[in-house]
């Protein structure tokens, strides 16, 4: 199955299987004071503890866990990068943070997106599969922001992407890099 496929038939649909969690009241009542929004919902917890439980029911737990991986990098960039069309970019896709809340709100690394599966033994990123996800990352992002965000410049958005200094923590993240630095 190409990743296209997978994205549109299978993840969509697998990431509502995710235990989320909504902030405490005191967050809820202040969003903004916390760099959220009333939409906002987290899940993982702390370096991705709850991943066994969220992959459970995941069938391509590879594809799934990659497909979060740039749900999760996009989100993150946008607002680290683009901070004045992030209001924009979240108000389209509503994605969910990845971390926890307690008394304020964890954002967690999106390494642990790729590593706690690899740690796990419930993932294998063998043969193509990071060339051809990162291939589908850019083409899906690219018609993305064609569509609806024209505004971006799409090459500055995956040099800010991919120098971002979390494709430096493990094998699996400088593969991408590389895959990405090859297909410029």
């Given at each position: 199955?190409?990743?296209?496929?997978?994205?549109?038939?299978?993840?969509?649909?697998?990431?509502?299987?995710?235990?989320f969690e909504k902030p405490s009241n005191v967050i809820v009542e202040t969003p903004e004071s916390f760099g959220v929004d009333s939409?906002?919902?987290?899940?993982?917890?702390?370096?991705?503890?709850?991943?066994?439980?969220?992959?459970?029911?995941?069938?391509?737990?590879?594809?799934?866990?990659?497909?979060?991986?740039?749900?999760?990098?996009?989100?993150?960039?946008?607002?680290?990068?683009?901070?004045?069309?992030?209001?924009?970019?979240?108000?389209?896709?509503?994605?969910?943070?990845?971390?926890?809340?307690?008394?304020?709100?964890?954002?967690?690394?999106?390494?642990?997106?790729?590593?706690?599966?690899?740690?796990?033994?419930l993932v294998s990123y063998e043969g193509s599969t990071l060339a051809d996800f990162v291939s589908f990352w850019k083409n899906d992002a690219?018609?993305?922001?064609?569509q609806s965000m024209a505004e971006i410049d799409f090459d500055l958005y995956f040099d800010k992407l991919v120098n971002d200094q979390v494709f430096e923590k493990t094998e699996a993240l400088l593969a991408i890099k590389k895959h990405f630095l090859e297909s410029v």
């Open positions: 199955m190409q990743f296209d496929e997978y994205y549109q038939k299978q993840f969509l649909t697998e990431i509502k299987t995710l235990s939409s906002t919902v987290f899940f993982g917890g702390k370096e991705w503890e709850n991943c066994a439980n969220d992959l459970k029911f995941i069938r391509n737990k590879s594809y799934f866990s990659l497909c979060l991986f740039g749900m999760v990098c996009n989100d993150l960039n946008m607002h680290s990068n683009f901070k004045d069309q992030y209001p924009k970019f979240r108000s389209l896709t509503q994605y969910p943070k990845f971390g926890w809340t307690g008394y304020g709100c964890h954002f967690e690394s999106p390494h642990w997106l790729l590593g706690k599966p690899l740690e796990l033994g690219s018609v993305f922001f064609t």
